[in-house]
C-alpha cells in the first residue's frame, strides 16, 4: 500500500516541463525553443524564444532564458531557482536572474526575482499541473519596474495530445496593465520532444491574434 501510495505522490509531484516550481534533476535538464507569429495594427510580428534549465543539484538549477520581438525589444538572461518548500501535493521555489535587455538596440542592465508555486493533481484518466509564478523585473538599468502574474494549467496524457492553457499578465509601474492568453496542445514525440501548438492572443498595443510554436526536449 505504501508503494502505491509513493507512486502516485511522485506522479502528481512530477515536474512539468516548462519548470516553474519545479527543479531539474542533477545532471538533467530541459530546453525550449518558441516562434511566435501575429499581425498587429501597425503589421506583423515574429517572436523568437529560448529557454534551458539545467540540475546541478538537488537544490539549485541554473539556466539562460533568451527572448526576441522582431528588430524591436529582447532579453538575455541567466538565472538560478532553489527551492523553499516542498508539501505532499505543492512546491514553492524562487528564483533569481540577471542578464540585460534591449529596445532597438540599447541594451541596458536587467534583473528579475521570481516567487513560483507548483502544484500536481489527478483527474480519473490523467494527471496534471497548476503553475503561478509572480515576478519582479526592473529593467533599463533599474529606471523601470513591472510586475508579472503568469499561471499554467496544463495535462498529462502519455503518448497522446494534451492540453495547456497559460495565462499571462504585465503591469508596468508607468504603464498599462496588459494580458496574453495561450491554449495550446502539446503532441509527444519521439526521444524526449514534444511539439507545442498554440493560439496566442495578447490585449497590448491593442489586441492581436497570433500562432505559436514550441519545441520542447528533456535531456
Given amino acids: 500500500m505504501r508503494t502505491v501510495y509513493a507512486a502516485c505522490l511522485a506522479l502528481l509531484l512530477a515536474p ?5 516550481a519545479w527543479l531539474e534533476a542533477p545532471g538533467k535538464g530541459f530546453a525550449a525553443a518558441s516562434a511566435a507569429y501575429r499581425q498587429t495594427g501597425s503589421g506583423a510580428i515574429r517572436e523568437l524564444g529560448f529557454y534551458a534549465a539545467y540540475g546541478i543539484t538537488p537544490k539549485l ?8 520581438n522582431a528588430d524591436i525589444s529582447g532579453h538575455a538572461m541567466i538565472f538560478a531557482r ?3 518548500r516542498a508539501g505532499q501535493s505543492y512546491r514553492l521555489a524562487v528564483e533569481t536572474g540577471f542578464g540585460g535587455n534591449h529596445y532597438r538596440g540599447q541594451w541596458a542592465l536587467m534583473q528579475r526575482t521570481t516567487l513560483s ?6 483527474t480519473g484518466r490523467a494527471s ?6 509572480a515576478a519582479y523585473e526592473l529593467r533599463n538599468s533599474g529606471l523601470d519596474a513591472i510586475w508579472k502574474l503568469d499561471a499554467t494549467i496544463g495535462l498529462n496524457r ?3 495530445a494534451a492540453p495547456m492553457l497559460q495565462v499571462e499578465t504585465a503591469k508596468p509601474e508607468s504603464g498599462r496593465f496588459s494580458y496574453t492568453l495561450t491554449p495550446s496542445l502539446r503532441y509527444p514525440l519521439p526521444a524526449g520532444r514534444e511539439l507545442v501548438v498554440g493560439l496566442e492572443h495578447r490585449s497590448a498595443g491593442g489586441g492581436s491574434l497570433g500562432l505559436k510554436l514550441g519545441l520542447w526536449q528533456k535531456f
Fill in 61 to 68: 538549477t541554473l539556466g539562460v532564458d533568451l527572448n526576441q
Fill in 117 to 122: 508555486y507548483g502544484r500536481g493533481f489527478g
Fill in 128 to 133: 496534471g499541473w497548476l503553475a503561478i509564478d
Fill in 16 to 20: 512539468p516541463a516548462d519548470g516553474g
Fill in 158 to 160: 502519455p503518448g497522446k
Fill in 82 to 84: 532553489l527551492p523553499l
